[in-house]
């Protein structure tokens, strides 16, 4: 038996939604990250709850990409892919390379099987024109022969059988069980029963891939080539490393935080994460829609929370009047809206940039609000602690971008220590105003508003939907006071300091490649791809949309090409050339709901080089 | 005795059409908060928009004119932000029952402790005199020339199938009766709404003309108090009996009728049926209740809340960011 060394693997788990897939490509990546390894995963989750069993619909994936260096995408294409069933093998088999293994279980390839995924000849891998190595393992029966002794009833024994796989996983890429096993008793440890037969059953996949040497001439290693910082690391996706966020934020600011929401995918872990911390004060209400969620919010602003409201795209539709209170009144609050697929109802579990726009324009009237578009699952931590200090330091609604893909998806992550995050101070009225306050009263620095919160003697005041004057903060429709009005909500979120936009990649590039948001992993990875190969391209990708890092213009008008590559039809384009007038831009569009694919975007970025 | 005056909460100068009825609830709160004595710095005010969403203005409070319909739901956000805060919510019968219905009904779902007034005239008086979801079949406006062809909403009767804990109704120019159940509807723990009957001048003048003065309201109302009998009319002769499922008007001293045979008011039952068909009942033949008709105790949201995360803290073992972090399976590169 060859053991061979790869720099880095993807291994794609697949099955019905019941069958454990989430599980056991959460415990792969885990057991990967703990020895080392740098590791991205990607769920892809059916939209149906819990289709028929082994059809088509009800296919759930979950992609794990580990590598011994640096890896910033789930991967585009497997090297192993386990089919739980027909209807995995037939929606997954996409995802394969020519080289890549294919694991399937036997016993779930029966006739009746094979109907229910809509094959129509008794052989699936020759309808597919499948040529790959592909190894056949009686997953279930195994699975029952290994826990007959166990008590357990039948339907709890085929629970474990992605245990099974994920064993055989671990005997190809020769990965130790001790920590899956450690894992396990712990998700486990209230029904040890449980855990001791998901052991079991892991111990027996290993144990299968072994003995048969499960018909692969070779198995692998990924190994650690420790290039990550020193220090303690989790796995986390981009909706808890949100919630982090704003959880950190209201400790840094002395705030309490209050999130109003109303459930939606693909945010509602963000309601589902922070309704657990109430041991930290966090106070969160399920309201009875969108607008009451983000209504509510602005007020807990007013009464002096950190107030955030959580969603997706449709959901911002319904919030931008609540938003828009909060622009004029000029309170504080974080709205985050997890990018899906749309318009309307859309693509609800897929990924998309497609509400650019709408962040930045999609209000009435002249309504300036900052927009941060976090670049990773870690990212969406920085992004999310940022976007409260924005909101609290200048008294202004601030809007948060992830999307689907990166609040989905996981990578290791540094835990961070709050000391070393930056200071967050709201803008407080001290007692020396008493008398001689108003409302728009500003600091000169900044722009901002001070902050009278209720409770306070000697500032009750009254703020609203309707224009105030600056002055007095009485309602006011003066001509000359609105346009003085709209001006300095401008220039307030104008003046506030964002840092440069960094370009990595090639010094002396012939090729600019621009993004933003949560592409950052594919067009990164791209342009290593290409640098690699001697190709002159750099990539400059932006978090701080509005307002612009100061060098935008600077950068933009440096290199000879630039292409601007963005899940959408060219709205970050769009803005880029309203706010550099005559820059020439070449743009690289797709609105799959999928996320990018390296090469893809090599092919097209060379080809650009090119031409 | 409270160390305030009405004249400690008022601000600014009402700029409602002469007449209008908002005047005279805007007075009666102004004194009903002296009485309550809660310092004007602990009180928020918060309305939608609409006529009546102007009040905020005109309180020497804390306070938020809003967007229309979301008064309840921005109410919501200040009370569970900072439950220490007296929060008074204003709204219309549009604002309230119309576009912001869902948060109404919702808002006293979970007894939010927010005392809610929702002004009801029948009308649109901002946009200019437009039916409103309160305006009766049949009612002609400017958006309904040849009448209306739907029925209105009978706010207390959304509030009580709303679950609402407390219900009252006064009308606008009788001060003392309003002063009265908004010292009540404040000191009511939980969601409590009073209805105001209030006239519009100018889109919809009279529209409770049968209640507009002392006289008319002694034949046209009764006046419902706690533990008291039902009694009404000029000379108190009037009563309410039951009557098989429903109520009856009877006269005190016919038909062998004596005092003794009159229902006594208990707004404090839990079961609001009897509470609900007071609170439905109309002319000509019976009278408009007014005064406190359903006052039940139920906990709060806001209490509920807090109590939860005493409860949690005490029981986790994190109670800061640094402590959640190591709740998490982590690994150490070294």
């Not at chain 1, 991205?40 to 619909?57: K, N």
């Not at chain 2, 209640?211 to 000029?234: Q, V």
Request: net charge negative; proline share 5%; with cysteine.
């Amino acid at each position: 038996m060859k053991i061979e060394a790869l720099e880095d693997v993807t291994v794609r788990f697949s099955g019905d939604s019941g069958d454990g897939m989430q599980l056991a490509g959460n415990i792969f990546s885990t057991i990967s990250a703990t020895a080392g390894n740098d590791i991205s995963t990607f769920p892809d989750y059916p939209a149906d709850i819990r289709a028929p069993q082994g059809t088509l619909t009800g296919v759930s994936g979950f992609q794990v990409h580990i590598g011994s260096d640096k890896v910033l995408t789930p991967g585009d294409k497997c090297d192993v892919l386990i089919a739980m069933n027909p209807a995995a093998l037939k929606t997954q088999y996409k995802f394969c390379s020519p080289r890549s293994i294919i694991i399937v279980d036997t016993d779930s390839f029966k006739e009746t099987d094979l109907k229910k995924a809509l094959f129509t000849t008794d052989n699936p891998f020759e309808e597919l024109g499948i040529k790959n190595d592909v190894v056949e393992a009686p997953i279930s029966s195994m699975c029952k022969e290994a826990l007959k002794e166990s008590g357990l009833d039948n339907k709890s024994i085929l629970r474990c059988k992605n245990m099974f796989a994920l064993g055989l996983v671990c005997w190809l890429f020769n990965r130790n069980l001790a920590a899956a096993e450690e894992m396990l008793r712990e998700k486990f440890a209230k029904k040890p029963e449980i855990a001791a037969a998901n052991i079991t059953v892991l111990n027996a996949g290993y144990d299968y891939g072994h003995n048969i040497h499960a018909s692969v001439s070779t198995t692998y290693t990924v190994d650690s080539k420790s290039t990550k910082e020193a220090g303690k690391y989790m796995d986390i996706n981009g909706n808890k490393a949100t919630s982090y966020g704003f959880i950190a934020a209201a400790e840094k600011s002395g705030l309490r935080l209050y999130l109003g929401s109303y459930p939606i995918t693909p945010a509602t872990d963000v309601l589902h994460e922070l309704s657990k911390h109430k041991s930290l004060g966090v106070v969160t209400v399920q309201a009875e829609d969108e607008i009451a969620g983000c209504a509510s919010a602005v007020g807990a602003a007013f009464a002096g929370a950190l107030a955030v409201t959580s969603t997706s795209g449709p959901g911002v539709c319904l919030k931008s009047e609540a938003m828009n209170l909060a622009v004029i009144a000029e309170l504080p609050l974080v709205v985050l809206n997890v990018q899906r697929g749309g318009p309307s109802t859309g693509l609800p579990t897929k990924s998309e940039q497609t509400d650019l726009l709408q962040a930045l324009y999609g209000r009435n009237g002249e309504s300036p609000m900052p927009v941060i578009a976090a670049k990773s699952p870690g990212d969406c931590f920085d992004s999310a602690f940022m976007a409260c200090k924005m909101a609290v330091e200048h008294m202004t609604p601030v809007v948060l971008l992830t999307d689907a893909f990166i609040a989905n998806g996981s990578a290791a992550w540094k835990l961070p220590n709050l000391e070393e995050y930056p200071t967050i101070t709201p803008p407080y009225v001290t007692a020396d105003m008493a008398g001689k306050w108003t409302p728009f009263m500003r600091n000169e620095e900044t722009g901002a508003r001070y902050w009278a919160l209720p409770g306070t003697e000697g500032f009750a005041h009254r703020i609203g939907g309707l224009e105030k004057s600056n002055e007095t903060g009485a309602i006011s429709t003066e001509p000359e006071n609105h346009n003085l009005m709209t001006r300095l909500r401008q220039e307030k979120v104008d003046r506030i300091p964002v840092p440069d936009v960094e370009v990595e990649g090639a010094e002396d590039a012939e090729l600019l490649v621009v993004g933003f948001g949560g592409t950052y992993g594919h067009l990164r990875s791209a342009v290593d791809t290409m640098n690699k190969a001697g190709e002159k391209v750099a990539l400059a990708h932006f978090t701080y949309i509005n307002p612009l890092p100061k060098n935008t213009e600077e950068v933009l008008r440096k290199y000879p090409k630039v292409v601007v590559a963005e899940q959408n039809m060219g709205q970050f384009a769009m803005y880029l050339r309203s706010k550099v007038e005559g820059v020439h831009l070449n743009q690289f569009n797709q609105v799959k709901g999928q996320p990018f694919v390296v090469n893809e975007l090599v092919e097209a970025f060379t080809n650009l080089l090119k031409a | 005795m409270s160390e305030y005056t009405a004249k400690d909460y008022k601000a600014g100068q009402p700029r409602w059409c002469p007449g209008c009825g908002d005047h005279a609830l805007l007075n009666s709160l102004h004194k009903a908060m002296a009485t309550l004595g809660v310092p004007p710095h602990e009180i928020a005010v918060i309305s939608g928009i609409g006529c009546s969403s102007r009040l905020p203005y005109y309180m020497n409070t804390y306070g938020m004119h809003t967007i229309h319909g979301r008064a309840a739901a921005i109410a919501t956000g200040v009370k569970v932000a900072n439950p220490n805060l007296t929060v008074w919510q204003i709204s219309g019968d549009g604002d309230g029952l119309a576009i912001g219905g869902n948060h109404f009904i919702h808002a006293l779902r979970r007894n939010i402790d927010l005392n809610m007034i929702l002004l009801n005239n029948r009308i649109y008086g901002l946009t200019k005199g437009q039916y409103s979801p309160t305006s009766a079949r049949g009612f002609v406006s400017k958006s309904s020339p040849y009448g209306t062809v739907e029925d209105p909403f009978r706010p207390a009767e959304l509030c009580f199938g709303a679950r609402g804990r407390f219900f009252a109704r006064c009308v606008a120019v009788d001060l003392k009766g309003s002063e009265d159940v908004l010292v009540k509807a404040a000191r009511h723990k939980g969601a409590s709404v009073v209805e105001v009957l209030q006239n519009c001048v100018i889109f919809n003048n009279g529209t409770h003309d049968s209640l507009a003065t002392a006289e008319l309201r002694s034949k046209n109302a009764i006046y419902l108090e706690h533990g008291k009998p039902m009694i009404f009319g000029e000379n108190g002769e009037l009563g309410l009996v039951q009557e098989g499922f429903g109520l009856k008007v009877v006269k005190i001293g016919e038909n062998g009728i004596t005092e003794k045979d009159i229902l006594v008011h208990d707004a404090h039952c839990q079961d609001n049926t009897l509470q609900l068909k007071l609170a439905l009942m109309e002319g000509p033949d019976f009278p408009v209740a007014l005064g406190v008709i359903r006052d039940v105790d139920a906990p709060t949201y806001n209490d509920a809340v807090y109590a939860q995360v005493e409860e949690v803290t005490s029981k986790k073992n994190y109670h800061n960011f640094a402590e959640l972090l190591e709740t998490n399976e982590t690994w150490e590169i070294k």
